[in-house]
């Protein structure tokens, strides 16, 4: 049963236009969301994160946001650069879970020159 | 650099035969975690420790234990693999009062014969 979901497994989009990475949530006690990079034969990498008492949080060229009535977060990156070429795992958790992170499949996106 | 490491990247061991996977990390973090990913599907946590305090999850096979001898250390042990354990295996840790922000190790990639 998933409780964070990610239903694009790919995403392409050119470079210097914005990338938009969709991610839904079941489980209505989350109360802190996250987005984590991954390149090739590294470990995922923690990008930006958001708690649920906001609706944005801004980091540079990467915007996540929250819409909580629908169970929904975006991170928006503006512009696309060829280094952002990677899969982007979403991240929930929730303080009363002892903050375990529960992890979506992830989106590869793909920078097109 | 102050990282979290993997050895080895490639791990291959027989139906049955007992395998260790191991972890080490130079942050000093309080909490060391264990994922499995398996193909296009999300990191899954096995277990993390808190210190020196276990927390298994509640799914977790008995087939999987952990053993953290110290701070820098934290090994995976699989008592009887099956096919179903090849996967790639993901050590992260945080620190206390950070615990959104994990750093991973580059995983180590577990091959069952």
């Known amino acids: 049963d998933q409780q964070v979901k990610q239903n694009s497994p790919s995403l392409s989009v050119q470079e210097g236009r914005i990338s938009i990475l969709n991610c839904d949530y079941t489980n209505s006690m989350f109360d802190y969301f996250l987005w984590y990079k991954k390149y090739p034969a590294e470990g995922p990498t923690f990008l930006i994160s958001i708690s649920s008492i906001k609706d944005k949080n801004e980091d540079g060229r990467f915007t996540v946001f929250l819409n909580k009535s629908a169970k929904h977060l975006s991170l928006h990156i503006v512009p696309s650069q060829p280094g952002d070429s990677a899969v982007y795992f979403c991240a929930a958790s929730s303080k009363n879970r002892d903050d375990k992170i529960i992890f979506g499949k992830g989106t590869r996106l793909h920078i097109l020159p | 650099d102050a990282m979290v490491i993997q050895n080895p990247r490639y791990q291959v061991t027989q139906f049955g035969k007992p395998v260790t996977l191991s972890c080490s990390q130079t942050?000093?973090?309080?909490?060391m975690y264990w994922y499995q990913q398996k193909s296009s599907q999300a990191p899954k946590l096995l277990f993390h420790y808190y210190d020196k305090d276990f927390n298994n999850e509640a799914d977790t096979p008995d087939n999987f234990q952990s053993r953290r001898p110290n701070t820098s250390f934290c090994f995976l042990d699989i008592r009887s693999p099956g096919l179903g354990d090849a996967a790639m295996y993901l050590c992260?840790?945080?620190?206390?009062?950070?615990?959104?922000?994990?750093?991973f190790g580059s995983g180590t990639q577990l091959s069952v014969l």
């Open positions: 992260a840790t945080s620190r206390a009062g950070e615990w959104e922000k994990l750093f």
């Open positions: 942050l000093n973090h309080n909490v």
